[in-house]
């Protein structure tokens, strides 16, 4: 059955969102930015048509909303922010996404194209499994994390609440990258990161003075 889906927020990875709507079949009712600058313009040919306060008089029956926004502290706010006025949040699968059937999505998540998420895994609230990202078999992303575009999750990893999973990087197995980290753009990280720390390189290291 198509989904009735209303984007929140407008950035380029709302075009992402609107896309992958698109070719699911799946009808966008309206998209909201709080960007006052944003209001009346066009994105994939649908008119932005006011802030988050138009979420108030559009009903939560039969309607879904996707964050259409990539920022983690961004996505986070927005999603609490649906789900407090009602609405449940789409998980979003792109067609050519791999997924296991015994994968565990969450609500509000979106996985990309070609992205895969292989036997054992889940992927948390909100989270993105970005375009070509893997995800190997018993790996847990946790809620708003981001895997950013072709980065490798070996098998048994845990990636941390609110973390950033840099495009291209590698996480070996068994390895625990702790909530709110950062890791960089094609980092391989041999060993656990504790919360909040940023790391960058081959293998990763933490960033001094941080």
Same mark, same amino acid.
């Given at each position: 059955?198509?989904?009735?889906?209303v984007?929140?927020?407008?950035?380029?990875h709302?075009?992402?969102?609107?896309?992958?709507?698109r070719?699911?079949?799946?009808?966008?009712?309206?998209?909201?930015?709080?960007?006052?600058?944003?209001r009346?313009?066009?994105?994939?040919?649908?008119r932005?048509?006011?802030?988050?306060e138009?979420?108030?008089?559009?009903?939560?029956?039969?309607?879904?909303?996707?964050?259409?926004?990539?920022?983690?502290?961004?996505?986070?706010?927005?999603?609490?922010?649906?789900?407090?006025?009602?609405?449940?949040?789409?998980?979003?699968?792109?067609?050519?996404?791999?997924?296991?059937?015994?994968?565990?999505?969450?609500?509000?998540?979106?996985?990309? =194209?070609? !992205?895969? %998420?292989?036997?054992?895994?889940r *992927? $948390?609230?909100n989270?993105? +499994?970005?375009?070509g /990202?893997? &995800?190997?078999?018993?790996?847990?992303?946790?809620?708003?994390?981001?895997?950013?575009p072709?980065?490798?999750?070996?098998?048994?990893?845990?990636?941390?609440?609110?973390?950033?999973?840099g =495009?291209? !990087?590698? %996480?070996?197995?068994?390895?625990? *990258? $702790?909530?709110?980290?950062? +890791?960089?753009?094609? /980092?391989? &990280?041999?060993?656990?990161?504790?919360?909040?720390?940023?790391?960058?390189?081959?293998?990763?290291?933490?960033?001094?003075?941080?």
């Amino acid at each position: 059955m198509n989904k009735y889906v209303v984007v929140v927020g407008a950035g380029g990875h709302a075009k992402v969102v609107v896309d992958t709507l698109r070719l699911l079949g799946d009808r966008v009712v309206a998209l909201l930015d709080s960007n006052q600058d944003l209001r009346g313009s066009f994105l994939m040919g649908h008119r932005i048509i006011g802030g988050d306060e138009m979420l108030d008089d559009i009903t939560s029956a039969g309607v879904l909303t996707s964050v259409g926004v990539s920022s983690i502290a961004i996505r986070r706010k927005l999603f609490e922010m649906t789900r407090a006025k009602g609405f449940r949040n789409l998980s979003l699968i792109h067609p050519t996404a791999i997924l296991s059937r015994t994968a565990e999505l969450s609500e509000g998540c979106q996985v990309m =194209a070609r !992205a895969v %998420v292989q036997t054992g895994s889940r *992927v $948390g609230l909100n989270a993105i +499994v970005n375009t070509g /990202a893997v &995800v190997d078999h018993d790996t847990v992303v946790c809620d708003h994390a981001h895997i950013g575009p072709g980065a490798v999750l070996a098998h048994r990893v845990s990636i941390g609440a609110g973390t950033l999973i840099g =495009a291209g !990087a590698t %996480v070996l197995p068994d390895v625990r *990258v $702790g909530d709110d980290c950062r +890791v960089g753009a094609g /980092a391989t &990280v041999v060993a656990d990161v504790a919360n909040g720390t940023t790391v960058v390189g081959n293998p990763a290291v933490a960033v001094e003075g941080q």
